[in-house]
């Protein structure tokens, strides 16, 4: 069974870069050619799309948040990572990693979730 | 972007009831359209994908349908577990974009 688990530091600084390693199990990232995504939900908001990452590097970002975002893929560590800088409070939220389906992208495996909180 | 509508927001209802939740996108999808189920402090879970098609393991109770603009979810018999707030989704084009859900509380 396929299994994503978020990892990272519950609490960041505003104006630096928040971190976060998505680690898979149970299936390995460079195969099925999917891609893998990341969506985030502000407290008792609903879900926002941030991007996606294939295992080659290649990308789809969401252009409201494209400026700040960076995302890679560690195939020895069977990861992908999202980047996001100069954070301020209005990126406090849940961070769900996820993969995607090979025929119509929807998200058939996520995350537990991480709260990631941008505070002083 | 395409925005995803959906309606109503909260949705009242008692266990045995059949109940449809609506979403509406502001450009042609085609059948690029999914639908999850959240439940408070979990991450959503894929219930239905391509409009129609149900996730395995995702009871018949729930069904989809729709074509272009206009998408609707159907939850038959709703069980004490079905409460929950519900979101879909199009995966037509970049940004894929959600829905603002809906909540289906227990009337």
């Known amino acids: 069974q396929l299994q994503l688990q978020e990892s990272g530091p519950g609490l960041v600084q505003p104006s630096e870069t928040l971190s976060l390693p998505c680690t898979v199990s149970?299936?390995?990232?460079?195969?099925?050619?999917?891609?893998w995504g990341w969506i985030r939900q502000p407290p008792g908001k609903g879900l926002e799309w941030i991007g996606s990452?294939?295992?080659?590097?290649?990308?789809y970002y969401n252009p409201s948040l494209e400026s700040r975002v960076a995302m890679s893929v560690d195939t020895s560590k069977n990861q992908f990572s999202l980047k996001l800088t100069s954070v301020t409070a209005a990126d406090t939220a849940v961070y769900y990693c996820?993969?995607?389906?090979?025929?119509?992208?929807?998200?058939?495996?996520w995350g537990q979730g991480a709260l990631v909180t941008v505070s002083s | 972007d395409i925005q995803m509508t959906q309606s109503p927001s909260t949705l009242s209802a008692s266990v045995g009831d059949s109940v449809t939740i609506l979403c509406r996108s502001n450009?042609?999808?085609?059948?690029?359209l999914n639908w999850y189920q959240q439940k408070p402090g979990k991450a959503p879970q894929l219930l239905i994908y391509?409009?129609?098609r149900l996730q395995s393991g995702v009871p018949s109770t729930f069904s989809g349908s729709g074509s272009g603009t206009v998408f609707t979810l159907t939850i038959s018999n709703l069980q004490p577990e079905d409460f929950a707030t519900y979101y879909c989704?199009?995966?037509?084009?970049?940004?894929?974009?959600f829905g603002g859900g809906t909540k289906v509380e227990i009337k």
């Open positions: 391509a409009v129609f």
């Open positions: 990452i294939h295992y080659t590097g290649n990308t």
């Open positions: 450009h042609n999808i085609s059948n690029y």
């Open positions: 996820a993969r995607l389906g090979i025929g119509g992208w929807e998200l058939d495996y």
């Open positions: 149970g299936g390995s990232i460079s195969s099925g050619n999917h891609y």
């Open positions: 989704q199009q995966t037509y084009s970049n940004p894929l974009t």
